[in-house]
Nanobody
Framework: QVQLVESGGGSVQAGGSLRLSCAASGYTFSTYYMGWFRQAPGKEREGVAT???????RYADSVKGRFTISKDNAKDTLYLEMNSLKPEDTAMYYC????????????????????WGQGTQVTVSS
C-alpha cells in the first residue's frame, strides 16, 4: 500500500531554514504528481507547493521565493526546502501523492490528492 513518511520538521527562529523530506513507498514514485500542504490550528489545509511527474513546479503566493519543492526519483523522496521562515509559516506540514494525471499535471488543491502522510510540525518563533 502507499505510504508517505515526512521528516525534518522542528522549531526555528524567524529567518531560519528547514528542509522537509517525504519518503514514499508502495507505488511508482516518479509517475505521480506530488504536493506539500500545511494546516495551522483553526485554519483550513492549504497547498504550499506542488511538482509534476516531469518536475514542473507551482507555489502558493505566500511562499513563493522562499520555499523550493524538489524530488529525487532514485530515492523515492520528495523535499521541501524552506528559507526565510516566518512565524506565519508555523503549521503541521503534510506530504501528499496525487496519482497519474499526465506528465505535466500538478495541483495545490487538497481534494485532488489520494494519499497523505502523517505530518511533521514546523514551529517558527519571532
Amino acid at each position: 500500500q502507499v505510504q508517505l513518511v515526512e521528516s525534518g520538521g522542528g522549531s526555528v527562529q524567524a529567518g531560519g531554514s528547514l528542509r522537509l523530506s517525504c519518503a514514499a513507498s508502495g507505488y511508482t514514485f516518479s509517475t505521480y504528481y506530488m504536493g506539500w500542504f500545511r494546516q495551522a490550528p483553526g485554519k483550513e489545509r492549504e497547498g504550499v507547493a506542488t511538482i509534476s511527474s516531469v518536475g514542473s513546479k507551482r507555489y502558493a503566493d505566500s511562499v513563493k521565493g522562499r520555499f523550493t519543492i524538489s524530488k529525487d526519483n532514485a530515492k523515492d523522496t520528495l523535499y521541501l526546502e524552506m528559507n526565510s521562515l516566518k512565524p506565519e509559516d508555523t503549521a503541521m506540514y503534510y506530504c501528499a501523492a496525487g496519482g497519474w494525471g499526465g506528465s505535466w499535471y500538478l495541483s495545490l488543491l487538497s481534494s485532488e490528492y489520494k494519499y497523505w502522510g502523517q505530518g511533521t510540525q514546523v514551529t517558527v518563533s519571532s
